[in-house]
């Protein structure tokens, strides 16, 4: 099983004080013989005239390497193959890309992050570290 991810307990703990309850941690997707860790699922009950669950899977991304760019290519090709996977056997679940308010205001925010959360229809979970909150769902 891979390493937690440096920010992992604080979007455990972001979610929770969200309402969201933490189903899995990690969620493991099985598939062609092959087992891969998307960091965590969790579940939301929504009131409505008839209860629906919404189901979530999370995938953490520090971006603390020297290079944004490198930690954009690996976020967006881990993303890419656990949404492909999702697709095909948990159409329900929607996946998010969690990052840290900082990694969001800089290569999120600049032309070639937003080329490829469009382009790629990639959906964020901002996150603030230090008061271990939601800022934005950008989908």
């Given at each position: 099983m891979p390493a937690k991810d440096f920010y992992h307990d604080t979007v455990v703990q972001a979610l929770i004080n969200?309402?969201?309850e933490i189903t899995d941690d990690p969620l493991i997707l099985s598939y062609g013989g092959r087992e891969l860790y998307v960091d965590l699922g969790a579940e939301k009950t929504t009131i409505a005239a008839q209860k629906d669950n919404l189901k979530i899977a999370v995938e953490i991304k520090s971006f603390l390497k020297p290079s944004?760019?490198?930690d954009l290519e690996d976020a967006v090709g881990q993303y890419g193959v656990y949404q492909s996977i999702l697709?095909?056997?948990?159409s329900e679940r929607i996946l998010y890309l969690a990052v840290p308010q900082r990694s969001y205001e800089s290569i999120f925010t600049e032309k070639l992050g937003q080329l490829i959360l469009k382009s790629l229809k990639i959906k964020l979970l901002v996150f603030d570290d230090e008061q271990r909150r939601i800022i934005q769902w950008i989908p």
């Open positions: 969200d309402g969201w944004p760019v490198r697709t095909d056997i948990a």
